[in-house]
């Protein structure tokens, strides 16, 4: 319910943002929900970007890469792209969508596949 509250005033308020992101944050600490912010401004941001027909795509890759040479293939205008850099998966690369579908071409996928 905060999500769709802080969404709803951030899309039809007459205020800005700052304002409104202000006055949000005092209302979660008055509630003593002020720990769950976090949270609820991931879930915020997934829903402002469903609503827009977006997404947020994080590309996992084990080092520093140019990553917008495999996000031509995932990414379009309004998505929101993020780098995370994992030695873990040794070689490779993961594409993670709005935290719920992941594509997993790393070498440590393809080792674990084997044994």
């Known amino acids: 319910m905060y999500a769709e509250a802080l969404i709803n005033s951030i899309l039809y308020a007459k205020a800005d943002t700052k304002n409104i ?3 949000f944050l005092k209302f979660l600490d008055q509630n003593g929900d ?5 949270q609820i401004v ?10 827009a027909g977006n997404k ?3 590309l996992e890759t084990a080092r520093k890469t ?3 040479r495999f996000a ?4 379009k205008k309004g998505d929101i792209l993020e780098e995370k850099i994992n030695p ?3 070689a490779g690369i993961k594409v993670i969508i709005d935290n719920e579908e992941q594509l ?3 070498l440590l996928k393809k080792l674990e596949n084997l044994f």
């Open 66 to 68: 140019d990553v917008k």
């Open 72 to 75: 031509g293939a995932f990414v």
């Open 21 to 23: 992101t202000r006055n």
């Open 88 to 90: 873990g998966i040794v």
């Open 104 to 106: 997993d071409f790393s």
């Open 42 to 51: 991931a879930l915020a941001e997934s829903l402002l970007l469903k609503k």
């Open 34 to 38: 002020i720990k769950k912010a976090p």
């Open 56 to 58: 947020k795509i994080i």
